[in-house]
């Protein structure tokens, strides 16, 4: 394959998906209203891209394993064992998405070894590791993008929890004020999670009980309230008190790293990460929640949220840095005449329109390929040169020329 190739993607049906956001994006009908949540664009097992290639749609995954070092690059291929190694999404939240962390490289080998060892079926509702990767990721803001990510700065826990005056909870807020570090809140919210069922259903009943009177004075306990509406007696809904509740306004985003606890909330975005399905889930959700197994994974380090800032890259392009081995994002804007064109030194490519119409050129094939919104395309790494013009917005997902960084963690 070394050709610039349209791509046909699987759409995730997940409850707490939008009916809109997805097929407006693609300009489709959703004539059966079904919440559509991720447009997966790579080649995860669950869900291979077709795409189209000497006529017929074929899955990525069995195109990249015929031909790994032209589509993926030849340092690539190598380093990440001839796989493509990032998972590209549209996600689509209408309603908020479970409490989640994601384990390391060294966790998620050893869950996904041991899990098999017990014969865990890949599909079974309660497996926890899919997969041996880790699963770093970055969420961008198409719209106005509402998330929980990552404990925020304990003295604001401490203020927040005293301020709710959760009797229920007393003797453990007493012991966490005590040692207020991350030892202290490891405690705190170990002892939270291990809580009886009908110890929590009273902590919660209480909790909302006082949130409701203080909703004018902070979005911390509106949103209390919110996710209770969606999941009543939900653990889930105290979250906002431990983690920084944020808003990324379009074009915004944030990195997230292993163990780090978090939720998306409401909004649409574009999520690249490292090529894994492997979720620990916390609250707010039907699904399999493993309290002992998430503590495990989780960083209780409390910090603010550093967004990422993007930088120039080339004319038109603007990159967001992260730490990620495995991919990078940027977002490219023609207007006004402009034309992209791509460096001579890359590594496979993904790109999605998702505003306007764009044309992408392969340079030295002279051939043409049309990106109205909502289309993508795999721009494989023996391209050597393709550029991009029209009127419109695309976001790109990519591999580092440094894959030999160490990404072992």
């Known amino acids: 394959m070394v050709t610039i190739s349209l791509l046909k993607n699987t759409i995730q049906e997940y409850a707490w998906g939008s009916i809109h956001a997805i ?9 059966k209203k079904r919440p559509q949540a991720e447009l997966w664009m790579g ?9 189209y290639h ?28 001839n796989r493509l190694p990032f998972l590209f999404k549209v996600l689509a939240a209408a309603k908020p998405l479970s409490i989640q962390a994601h384990p390391n490289r060294h966790q998620a080998r050893t869950g996904f070894q ?15 590791y899919r997969d041996d990767n880790h699963k770093p990721e970055c969420i961008c803001a198409l719209t106005q993008f509402w998330a929980l990510s990552r404990f925020r700065k304990i003295p604001k826990i401490l203020t927040y929890l005293q301020q709710l005056n959760l009797r229920q909870l007393s003797d453990m807020l007493t012991e966490f004020k005590q040692l207020p570090r991350p030892q202290g809140l490891q405690r705190f919210y170990t002892s939270l999670m291990s809580l009886k069922r009908d110890q929590k259903k009273r902590v919660v009943a209480e909790a909302l009980k006082n949130a409701r009177n203080m909703v004018a004075e902070q979005p911390v306990f509106e949103w209390m309230i919110k996710l209770a509406d969606h999941y009543p007696q939900d653990m889930g809904v105290l979250a906002p008190l431990f983690l920084n509740l944020i808003c990324l306004e379009p074009g915004q985003a944030v990195y997230l790293d292993a163990g780090e606890l978090h939720a998306y909330l409401e909004g649409l975005g574009i999520e690249l990460m490292a090529n894994s399905d492997n979720v620990l889930r ?13 503590l495990r994974v989780l960083n209780f380090e409390d910090q603010d949220i550093t967004l990422l800032t993007p930088e120039t890259a080339v004319a038109n392009e603007m990159i967001y840095p992260s730490p990620a081995a495995e991919f990078v994002l ?8 402009s034309v992209y064109q791509s460096p001579r030194q890359r590594n496979v490519e993904i790109i999605i329109c998702t505003q306007g119409k764009l044309t992408i050129a392969d340079r030295d094939l002279q051939t043409e390929t049309h990106l109205p919104q909502g289309t993508s395309v795999i721009v494989p790494a023996s391209v050597a040169h393709y550029s991009l013009r029209g009127e419109g917005v695309c976001y790109k997902a990519g591999v580092p020329l440094s894959v030999e960084r160490n990404c072992s963690t």
């Open 23 to 31: 097929p407006d994006l693609l300009g489709r009908k959703n004539s």
């Open 43 to 51: 080649a995860h097992p669950k869900a291979p891209s077709l795409a």
């Open 54 to 81: 000497n006529g017929q749609w074929i899955s990525l995954l069995r195109l990249i394993a015929q031909d790994p070092e032209n589509i993926l690059g030849k340092k690539v291929a190598k380093k990440f064992n």
């Open 114 to 128: 041991r899990e098999n060892a017990q014969k865990i079926s890949l599909e079974a509702p309660n497996r926890n």
């Open 282 to 294: 916390g609250g707010l959700t039907p699904k399999h929640v493993d309290v002992p197994e998430l």
């Open 330 to 337: 940027s977002v490219i804007t023609l207007n006004n005449g």
